[in-house]
């Protein structure tokens, strides 16, 4: 840890986690062993994370939302409040979520599930669910659940093909 930072003594720090300049954790933010925060970074409050996770530079949280174990966050993604993220998933660089309505009622973020592979500059509405082991392509607007196993892409998404497992 280093001396730009601003780590609040209400955040739960594990063993061997890396936090890098200019970060901002807030307080009862929960960062589980061996994390990477990168420079930054903004963990609003109750925003919890994972043991083996790798989270880039200018990832934003707005609080309250709980990433699982070896999930990746690349490069200036926003993490609406309520945003939950399954284990083993990868969000590329530039996926934004956000957890309001058109009438800026707080309906939560999205629910990611397991092994999810989101890709570059998708955005996720609000409340939705993300099936596990899903593929999402880039520049894709998500805004509708997608069920398990399936590939979707385009503005709409829209259905490719379901993934054999």
């Known amino acids: 840890m280093n001396n730009t930072s601003?780590?609040?003594?209400?955040?739960?720090?594990?063993?061997n986690v890396k936090i890098g300049s200019f970060c901002i954790i807030e307080d009862d933010v929960v960062i589980g062993?061996?994390?990477?925060?990168?420079?930054?970074?903004?963990?609003?409050?109750?925003?919890?994370?994972?043991?083996?996770?790798?989270?880039?530079?200018?990832?934003?949280?707005?609080g309250d939302c709980t990433i699982g174990n070896n999930?990746?966050?690349?490069?200036?993604?926003?993490?609406?409040?309520?945003?939950?993220?399954?284990?083993?998933?990868?969000?590329?660089?530039?996926?934004?979520?956000?957890?309001?309505?058109?009438?800026?009622?707080?309906?939560?973020?999205a629910n990611i599930g397991e092994n999810v592979f989101i890709g570059t500059n998708c955005v996720l509405h609000h409340g939705i669910t993300i099936g596990k082991n899903s593929i999402l392509g880039a520049l894709a607007y998500i805004n509708k659940d997608i069920p398990d196993n399936e590939i979707w892409f385009g503005n709409p998404a829209k259905y490719h093909k379901t993934i054999e497992r």
Do not use: F, H, W
């Open 71 to 109: 999930v990746t966050i690349r490069y200036d993604s926003i993490l609406a409040r309520g945003l939950k993220i399954g284990d083993n998933s990868y969000i590329c660089p530039r996926v934004m979520t956000n957890n309001l309505d058109t009438n800026k009622q707080q309906i939560g973020g």
């Open 33 to 62: 062993d061996n994390t990477i925060i990168k420079n930054y970074v903004e963990l609003r409050e109750k925003t919890k994370i994972g043991k083996n996770c790798y989270i880039d530079s200018r990832v934003s949280s707005s």
């Open 6 to 15: 601003i780590i609040s003594k209400k955040a739960k720090i594990g063993k």
